[in-house]
């Protein structure tokens, strides 16, 4: 028979009432069970204990956590609390359900499998003929100029307006939220408008960034505002100390070929070329 804490505690009171001192309590159960006797301090308390009146042998109930609660019940709250806030702490969950942050994290990574992770930021959510369009037109300019070995790529600047919005950023940490193994990764939008903004446009050639032009307050975005400021200014931060030369030679039948096409305004830029100017 396997004696437990309670079988030795008994036995401990059984010498106590038959008067046996401490010592001689102790003595007795090493001779008998050896090495799984309870240690002296051991019987040491139990006889305070039943000097001070103690009769009960069992455990009293006491305040603080059991040894575990990574149990099925515990499991399953934290799955519920993540599903309904997928920000949740660490600490709020300590709090929801008073379990210690080394059970919360195992159940997180050891139960849930789950991963804490930032959302990723996109500017827009496209739809699925809108991605189409997007690669359809890459296709298109691949075809045109040779899979990007054509000379005429270095004349090509792309770019677009947006407007820049006064707010509170979020920060990184607070973007996180806790994903389980079988999800995507989230994404997240652009916020929506605030009071205070202010558009810019930003505009890019092979070699990189070339400029960004400020709307300027009461102007409207239309083919005049590309072709009198932003077509002017890209122009001069592509080459600033030759600036004057490349006025000059765009005054020849040889034109300098620009085209986009602005969100805002929904019109396309005339494309200069060597016989004239075609709008399209």
């Not at 060597?274 to 709008?279: A, I, T």
Request: one cysteine or more; aromatic letters at 10%; charged letters at 30%.
């Amino acid at each position: 028979m396997e004696l437990n804490r309670e079988h030795f505690r008994a036995i401990i009171f059984h010498n106590f009432r038959r008067g046996l001192s401490r010592q001689e309590c102790f003595d007795e159960l090493n001779s008998l069970y050896s090495d799984k006797a309870p240690s002296y301090s051991t019987v040491k308390n139990w006889y305070n204990e039943f000097n001070r009146g103690r009769c009960s042998i069992q455990d009293e109930s006491r305040a603080g956590r059991p040894k575990s609660v990574v149990v099925p019940e515990k499991i399953n709250a934290v799955r519920e609390l993540i599903k309904q806030d997928r920000h949740v702490t660490y600490r709020e969950i300590e709090a929801s359900l008073d379990i210690s942050m080394t059970s919360i994290n195992k159940i997180l990574h050891e139960h849930l499998s789950v991963k804490k992770i930032c959302s990723r930021w996109i500017p827009h959510n496209l739809t699925n003929a809108q991605k189409k369009a997007r690669v359809d037109w890459c296709k298109e300019m691949l075809g045109k100029y040779i899979q990007g070995t054509s000379k005429a790529v270095y004349n090509i600047y792309t770019g677009d307006e947006s407007w820049i919005y006064a707010y509170e950023p979020e920060t990184k940490q607070q973007s996180t939220v806790w994903v389980f193994q079988d999800e995507a990764k989230p994404t997240k939008v652009v916020r929506g408008r605030s009071t205070s903004k202010q558009m810019i446009a930003c505009f890019f050639g092979i070699n990189g960034h070339v400029a960004t032009v400020v709307l300027e307050q009461r102007r409207t975005v239309n083919s005049e505002w590309y072709t009198t400021i932003c077509l002017p200014e890209t122009r001069y931060q592509r080459a600033p100390e030759h600036f004057p030369e490349i006025c000059r030679k765009e005054r020849s039948p040889r034109r300098f070929v620009i085209e986009t096409v602005g969100r805002a305004s929904q019109v396309r830029i005339s494309s200069v070329t060597g016989g004239g100017r075609k709008s399209r």
